[in-house]
């Protein structure tokens, strides 16, 4: 996206860009699962039935407004934040890729429950401990601090919020999506790492 800005493209083709290419190098497997778990909330279903429609091939209408709707709120970030600067934009996508695998590592924490006992879900569910998430954690904190110090003081505070913004998000969708559904699955984790990118893009373009 940002090789596009500089080559004179508009913000908002590079910011397409910059949304589709993370979607094209994990084949839309994280775009799959928001739309799926949208569909299994959204149908009001007893878990056993909701996790049945997530199962299905096709997206139903939960699923595909839920799509639409983080896309077009990925590309809108992205491109506002484009619009001030390239690095602003390019740093801003890294930061929303890093939080959405810390989202994914927090999930897998001990404690976390699969729903169903196979899958993806109940391969990785539980498989890493607290104390390693919460090094992560930080970890990913103090880089997005120090990518964000890029951008002077300010930079720093506002990218570590924007993540943990994402962070906070991501948990939220996992308590309602284990209390729902049981515990985990591979869409799952494919929601709350679209549900964390946004969010932190969304954070990012905030006082900026």
């Known amino acids: 996206g940002a090789l596009l800005l500089l080559a004179g493209a508009p913000p908002l083709?590079?910011?397409?860009?910059?949304?589709?290419?993370?979607?094209?190098?994990?084949?839309?497997?994280?775009?799959d699962g928001l739309a799926d778990t949208a569909d299994g909330l959204g149908s009001g279903r007893p878990a056993e039935d909701a996790l049945r429609i997530m199962k299905r091939s096709d997206i139903g209408p939960?699923?595909?407004?839920?799509l639409v709707l983080v896309l077009l709120g990925q590309v809108a970030a992205v491109a506002g934040l484009y619009a001030g600067s390239a690095a602003r934009g390019a740093v801003a996508v890294v930061v929303a890729g890093v939080t959405a695998r810390l989202a994914l590592t927090l999930a897998c924490r001990t404690g976390v429950p699969p729903?169903?006992?196979?899958?993806?879900?109940?391969?990785?569910a539980g498989a890493v401990p607290v104390r390693s998430a919460a090094v992560a954690a930080l970890l990913v904190m103090a880089a997005c601090a120090a990518a964000g110090a890029l951008f002077g003081p300010y930079g720093a505070v506002q990218h570590a919020l924007a993540a943990v913004?994402?962070?906070?998000a991501a948990q939220l969708l996992l308590r309602h999506c284990v209390r729902r559904?049981?515990?985990?699955?591979?869409?799952?984790?494919?929601?709350?790492a679209e549900t964390a990118a946004t969010v932190a893009l969304v954070a990012l373009t905030l006082g900026s």
Do not use: N, Y
């Open 181 to 192: 559904f049981g515990g985990v699955t591979g869409d799952v984790f494919g929601a709350l």
């Open 13 to 31: 083709l590079a910011a397409v860009a910059a949304v589709a290419v993370p979607a094209v190098l994990t084949r839309a497997l994280h775009l």
């Open 62 to 66: 939960f699923g595909v407004v839920t």
């Open 165 to 168: 913004a994402g962070l906070i």
């Open 115 to 124: 729903a169903r006992p196979d899958g993806l879900g109940a391969a990785v």
